[in-house]
């Protein structure tokens, strides 16, 4: 299984036989080098989506329609997207389990908002996610934005993720201290990434404070469109 870190919170995940692309923001992300988006997208299989905000679903309808591959995420703006726009889709909700490529991927709580711009003003764009990837071994807690909950205790509990990977900037989302704090109380992930980070001046820069306070906890800080063997 490999993890590929396109900046800010979209990963590229090959696992089982799918090449999931996660939150894909490539086009006008300020750290992604846009000279690499072929290399980054090539061969995908999937688009999984966490919630509508353009930092995170910037691209998914045009890499959709090029790649010819479906987007996952949640009912409400799926369906939306597969009814006016030419693409397919899995549309799903909290609970749910679906079977991108061998990976079983269930659709959790995360704590934010979730909306696309319009014409008007921001647009409703259903609930905001996480998700629980299984797959290849390991189970991967992908957090979304959020900041921490206590569904965060029974999910940990219920799926046993071995894998964390936390939004972890502050301002829009927990920051450092919460994400280790939430990942020291309510998980036992043998490793953590961080995403959600470095991409502005007013998100955090470093790990550092994710490091400190996860002692024994393998933490990864990802490096853009450098492959992580997991």
């Not at 997208?41 to 919630?51: D, P, R, V």
């Not at 921001?122 to 979304?144: C, K, L, Q």
């Amino acid at each position: 299984m490999k993890l590929t870190w396109l900046g800010h919170s979209g990963f590229r995940l090959d696992i089982e036989d799918a090449v999931i692309l996660i939150d894909p923001w490539i086009s006008g992300n300020p750290v992604f080098p846009e000279d690499r988006r072929a290399e980054a997208i090539g061969g995908a299989t999937h688009i999984l989506l966490t919630h509508g905000h353009g930092d995170h679903s910037g691209d998914t309808l045009a890499i959709a329609k090029e790649l010819r591959i479906p987007v996952a995420g949640i009912y409400d703006l799926v369906n939306t997207w597969t009814t006016h726009h030419d693409i397919g889709g899995i549309g799903f909700n909290k609970g749910g389990t679906v079977d991108l490529g061998g990976a079983k991927v269930t659709m959790v709580n995360a704590s934010h908002s979730s909306s696309i711009e319009g014409a008007d003003g921001p647009i409703y764009a259903g609930h905001e996610s996480g998700y629980m990837i299984a797959g290849d071994g390991h189970v991967i807690y992908v957090s979304g934005d959020t900041d921490i909950m206590a569904d965060m205790g029974w999910m940990g509990e219920y799926h046993q993720p071995d894998i964390g990977i936390l939004c972890a900037g502050g301002h829009f989302t927990m920051d450092m201290r919460r994400a280790a704090w939430a990942a020291k109380k309510y998980f036992d992930f043998k490793t953590v990434i961080p995403c959600h980070y470095k991409t502005f001046p007013m998100l955090e820069q470093s790990a550092q404070a994710l490091i400190d306070g996860l002692p024994g906890v393998q933490v990864i800080e990802p490096e853009i469109m450098k492959a992580i063997t997991l």
